[in-house]
């Protein structure tokens, strides 16, 4: 049995990690089992979520995600990732690259640069309420408003699908502290939700402000998380908290949403190459 190493580059977003992984010029590996074993905490690399780039046939680049658990998803933070490692490693020659998503084709922007940060901007999507989209087992027109009972109590749900699944409950800021990790990971699982789905709790706090924290479907509790942010930007905007810019401020940090209805929305925030390494693959 012979050894060989596989490169990668370890990124944060404001405290969302990720490994990330160039396979443009790599022969095709199992590459869910890697991200299982490789964002192990403790016993791995350890990160929030796995990340490739890789070619493309409809764009310059490729990007695919996978969580810890080794399903693969849509990534807003990972989609800055990437775009600030094509821009370092010289593989972007201009400050927009495009990038095919497992969501669809992405355009990203690099905005500025503070030495080993930048600030990214990305393209997510037009926003989905329909059930179908999520997916979610309801005979409902779309995610809002949708009331579910767990642990006896009943909570308003407002489900959205930003290239993955979120549902965005907006409550008192002592009522998240009490629930936050014995209500989330009920509703992540809840038969509802097939592919079970991200939950985010929200709370205005100013004028086109909201305070976030996010349980992450397949990871837990993360610091940031991109997609939540632009989930709970829509949520907010459609429900009256906020307007079309949005200020998200999660654990880790802050992120910028734009959304202009019928138009994608737009994240911006920042990306930062933590270390590069690499692991021994058994061959």
Not at 33 to 58: I, K, Q, T, Y
Not at 180 to 203: A, G, Q
Not at 248 to 275: C, D, I, K, S, Y
Request: aromatic content about 8%; hydrophobic content about 40%; glycine content about 10%.
């Amino acid at each position: 049995m012979g050894n060989r190493r596989l490169a990668f580059v370890k990124m944060q977003a404001l405290g969302n990690d990720l490994i990330l992984v160039d396979a443009l010029h790599l022969k095709p590996l199992s590459w869910s089992r890697l991200a299982e074993r490789m964002c192990r905490r403790h016993f791995g690399v350890g990160g929030d979520g796995f990340l490739l780039v890789l070619p493309s046939r409809v764009a310059p680049f490729r990007m695919r995600m996978f969580n810890p658990d080794g399903s693969e998803d849509m990534c807003g933070n990972g989609l800055r990732c990437t775009g600030k490692y094509l821009h370092d490693r010289g593989l972007a020659k201009m400050k927009e690259v495009v990038i095919e998503t497992i969501g669809g084709v992405r355009k990203t922007w690099l905005l500025e640069e503070e030495g080993r940060r930048s600030i990214i901007r990305a393209e997510m999507g037009v926003p989905s309420l329909s059930p179908e989209d999520l997916p979610m087992k309801a005979e409902v027109k779309d995610g809002l408003h949708y009331s579910l009972e767990v642990d006896g109590k009943v909570w308003e749900l407002n489900c959205v699908s930003v290239g993955t699944p979120h549902a965005v409950i907006f409550a008192p800021r002592e009522v998240i502290g009490e629930a936050f990790e014995r209500v989330s990971p009920k509703i992540e699982t809840h038969p509802l939700f097939p592919r079970r789905i991200s939950v985010d709790w929200c709370y205005p706090e100013g004028k086109d402000v909201l305070r976030v924290r996010v349980w992450e479907r397949a990871v837990g509790e993360t610091l940031s998380c991109g997609t939540a942010a632009c989930a709970a930007a829509v949520a907010g905007r459609l429900l009256g908290y906020c307007g079309e810019d949005v200020e998200v401020r999660l654990v880790g940090g802050n992120l910028e949403v734009t959304w202009r209805r019928g138009e994608q929305m737009l994240l911006t925030g920042p990306a930062e190459e933590v270390f590069t390494g690499s692991w021994q693959l058994r061959v």
